[in-house]
């Protein structure tokens, strides 16, 4: 069976993701890493070029800025890189540059693809996630963040990033995806528990301001582009709600971690709630479930 993997990033540097250990995390599971490197001026490039791993295969891009809305350069860019992985690939991963696998899951997840591959009416695998907030010790857990999401599927040239790139869909053609006159089809997917650990909210106050602002650019809700970090700094009290992390990082992590010196301690009074989110979150832990939750997939659990 053979397994490509893809990702993008521009200017990794200055934005504080992970993309070096998110591209390692994905190496060992493998037999080749295409991702689509944008214009970036910070050695973003020359940073993968020294991994010196011959898996990875390298897509010059230029990102179009005039793109600003749903996050459309996002899904342009991740289609670009899954265009370029090898037609003769049987399953895919795909990982965000600022998300990382743990080693522990790596028997788990081969596993379950050989599990899905052995079912014709399965497309992919849903993982859950653990989306880090400030530091690497909290954990930001309300029905504002997405529980899981797709980062593993069968192969297929008619499957593209979705909106933006957070998920997948499967389309009758690539002329109907293009022209917007088809929706897709949601994926088929097998439940995976091994968690996409996902740190792309802790860096620096500056860095996340400067992330912060051009994330709302990219989808349309600002008008200016920021090239470099603001003065300002990003005030992490204002996430809703967070909890401790007990687990343990990646070890591809381990750098990250040590060099990180911001502690964050949750000051409540500081929060931001929506309204609907704060009647809604008790009631939700309460019952386990979560109203009106974004399910871009199909989750089967007893496969034929």
Known sequence: MKISAFSYVRNGFTYGVPFLESIQSVL????????????????????????????????????????????????????IAYENVSKSADWIIHIQADEVLHEKDYPLILSKIKEADSYPDIDGLLQPFIHFWGDYN??????????????????????????????????????????????????????????????????????MSLKANNFVYYYGHS??????????????????????????????MAEAIASYDFVFNHDKTQAVWKKKDRYLQPIEDLL?????????????????
Do not use: M
Not at 172 to 198: C, D, F, M, Q, T
């Open 288 to 304: 386990k479930i979560r109203f009106g939750e974004y399910k871009n997939y199909i989750l089967i659990k007893n496969p034929k």
């Open 223 to 252: 008008d200016k582009k920021l090239e470099e970090a603001p003065k300002d700094e990003f005030n992490y009290n204002t996430v809703d709600r967070v909890i401790k992390f007990t687990g343990t990082h990646p070890k591809v």
């Open 28 to 79: 060992p599971l493998c037999d080749e890493f295409v991702i689509a490197v944008g214009d970036s001026t910070d050695g973003t490039r020359e940073a993968i070029l020294n991994l010196g791993d011959p898996k990875i295969k390298i897509i010059d891009t230029i990102w179009d800025d005039s793109l600003t809305r749903g996050g459309k350069i996002f899904a342009q860019q991740c289609n």
């Open 138 to 207: 909290s954990i930001r857990n309300s029905r504002r963040v997405h529980k899981n999401e797709i980062r593993i599927f069968k192969y297929d040239p008619n499957i593209r990033a979705y909106i933006d790139s957070q998920g997948f869909r499967k389309f009758k053609s690539i002329e109907n995806y293009e022209n917007g006159s088809e929706k897709g089809e949601k994926l088929r997917v097998l439940a995976l528990n091994a968690p996409i650990y996902h740190y792309s909210s802790v860096k620096s106050k500056r860095t």
